[in-house]
């Protein structure tokens, strides 16, 4: 993971290339997460920075360190444990911390992640330790954009991901204890994307909680009472933006697991005006739409010949449904009103139409004519008789709903059908790989929510035995490349053509594009190369449409791949030179992310 020792791009600010001034010693230095080696400590560095005596006397490899913490971790006896165990490493040594992950993610990704951190999450207030992240109370708001100044200068902060924890990965509201989710959504960008880890900000809007447990526990840290809602909530949100803005001018915000109602309406109202994004909103769909690209290039077809039924419209679902419908009229030029056209829509009451009551405003974009409906069957097996899909997908969270019927009438009307079931977790999935293909006679192109083990069966030329590998539509391919290309590239919003090129970045590098039995979409395993690819796509775009302010950005795309490896974090250790704290900057001094070391600016949002 290291860098070339010669490149041409050192003189970046956020260069990781050679060594790192500190200020520290002796036992501050040793508390210091970000600049923490522990046993790592040269001979040189124990002299200079005054370490004789606190450490072992044998100096070790950063890889004898993680051997030693995974002896550890694997000693603990639950997920639960293993994620506490993680939260303990991070807050002691980050390049340990992140190495570890790096170099087990594929063991550790639903441990630091879902489903595990949904588990911490929910025992937040049982397990607390130590706070982490910005709590800013929704009774307070005079206070928000002194509490935000707090924690550091204008230039210091990159990537902010905020939540109200009322939809917290699929377990509902969390309350205060969603601060946990914007935390972990941070250690992602890092790990996937080398966001530097001392120059991001998680927050979480308490605004109460409807969660009766969590009202009853006496343990419970958040605040006591009901969600508030309105227009003090929105003064809340508004005022959050607004300072964060103010504060950190060049920070990116990453909005994180905010209620059905309010994640769609706050995106759209700040979209237009700063560089933000929503993972539920638009993550999925960016995802989602990288599997679609993957597979109609496996059958030979384009985003013109797609007929889509969405099962589940709610936000993952109408999110998916726009970020089609958007890479539809930004490919093609046409308007949104005939991009929808072939998208199709199905929730509780059936195919989504003008005859249904109480639809929202996202969902009403997709609903069909009424009257073109009438003597029609609705359901989800009627609408594939009438429509013929190449493209199903779920995320209705309703089980086994995509049945033998419904997926054999799919079949039958093409040859290689898209099916996806994104629902989660597992047990909420619309049907599971093997019933797919066993169904489909191996024809399906599947892509899932959660990950699944290959499929065997009997599909190859002359009834051969193949295995199918199953993509898994994981957010963490896309969300950490599109943040880290708005962050290098200083976009000034994150717009259509960004995340369509993000998600043709991914698709690019979909295994199946080579061999139609391997994943649709790459895995975490080449999760950094894939950032790359898709923060390119993301900078090139954004400098087209003319909301790139970063100079000197490259136009060639070798040389652009480099600039960008250049400023992505690594988990190692580089040497330290020690600096004299008169003169030092924040980072050396040990400031960044720490509340005290900057006096809070009092002057009002702009």
């Known amino acids: 993971m290291s860098k070339p020792s010669e490149s041409r791009f050192g003189h970046l600010p956020l260069s990781t290339k050679g060594p790192l001034s500190c200020a520290l010693k002796g036992t501050v230095l040793l508390n210091h997460a970000f600049f923490n080696k522990g046993s790592a400590f040269t001979k040189e560095e124990r002299q200079d920075f005054g370490l004789h005596g606190l450490l072992p006397q044998c100096v070790q490899t950063l890889e004898q360190q993680v051997d030693r913490a995974y002896e550890q971790y694997s000693r603990q006896p639950d997920d639960l444990a293993k994620n506490t165990f993680l939260t303990s490493m991070k807050e002691q040594n980050e390049v340990l911390y992140f190495r570890l992950l790096h170099n087990h993610l594929a063991e550790m990704f639903s441990v630091v ?67 946990l989710i914007s935390v972990a959504k941070l250690a992602l960008t890092t790990l996937c994307a080398g966001i530097h880890p001392n120059r991001v900000l998680p927050v979480v809007l308490d605004c109460g909680t409807d969660n009766e447990e ?160 009438e003597g029609k069957g609705c359901d989800l097996l009627g609408v594939i008789n009438e429509v013929k899909p190449n493209v199903l997908i779920g995320t209705s969270t309703v089980p086994k709903s995509f049945t033998e019927q419904v997926v054999r009438a799919m079949a039958s009307q093409v040859d290689r059908p898209m099916i996806f079931p994104l629902s989660n977790p597992t047990r909420l999935h619309e049907a599971v790989p093997s019933d797919l293909l066993k169904w489909t006679d191996g024809k399906a192109l599947v892509a899932t929510g959660s990950p699944f083990k290959p499929v065997k069966g009997p599909w190859g030329a002359d009834g051969k035995e193949v295995e199918i590998e199953v993509a898994e539509c994981n957010n963490s391919v896309v969300f950490p490349g599109i943040g880290l290309g708005a962050v290098l590239s200083r976009a000034k919003r994150v717009t259509d053509k960004m995340l369509l090129q993000a998600a043709r970045g991914v698709a690019e590098l979909g295994p199946a594009l080579k061999d139609d039995t391997a994943p649709l979409l790459p895995g975490v395993d080449v999760v950094r190369d894939v950032s790359v690819r898709v923060a390119r796509k993301v900078i090139q775009a954004a400098v087209e449409e003319g909301v790139a302010t970063e100079e000197g950005i490259p136009t060639d795309e070798e040389e652009l791949d480099a600039w960008i490896r250049e400023q992505m974090w690594d988990p190692v250790y580089r040497p330290l030179k020690y600096v004299e704290k008169e003169g030092a900057s924040r980072e050396a001094k040990g400031e960044m992310r720490v509340v005290g070391t900057v006096d809070g600016r009092t002057d009002s949002p702009k």
């Open 214 to 373: 969590l009202l009853n526990d006496p343990l419970y840290l958040g605040l006591r009472e009901k969600r508030v809602r309105g227009e003090q909530y929105d003064k809340l949100v508004d005022t959050f933006v607004k300072a964060a803005r103010d504060l950190y001018p060049k920070a990116y915000i990453h909005f994180e697991d905010f209620g059905l109602h309010n994640a769609r309406r706050i995106l759209e109202k700040y979209r237009p005006e700063i560089p933000c994004f929503n993972d539920d909103v638009q993550g999925t769909g960016c995802v989602t739409l990288a599997a679609i690209m993957a597979g109609l290039h496996v059958t030979k077809q384009e985003l013109k010949d797609l007929r889509m039924v969405i099962f589940g419209a709610g936000t993952a679902g109408v999110g998916i449904a726009d970020q089609v419908r958007d890479a539809i009229v930004t490919e093609y030029g046409i308007s949104k009103e005939d991009a929808t056209k072939n998208i199709w829509l199905i929730d509780k009451p059936g195919l989504l139409t003008t005859g249904v009551e109480n639809l929202s405003d996202a969902q009403r974009v997709f609903a069909k004519a009424k009257e073109d409906w």
């Open 113 to 179: 992640y879902t489903p595990t951190e949904g588990d911490a999450i929910q025992n937040y207030s049982r397990v607390f330790r130590r706070p982490d992240g910005i709590f800013l109370n929704i009774h307070d708001i005079d206070r928000v954009h002194h509490d935000l100044s707090r924690w550091g200068k204008a230039e210091d902060v990159d990537y902010i991901v905020v939540t109200d924890g009322e939809e917290i990965l699929g377990i509902g509201d969390q309350g205060c204890g969603g601060i």
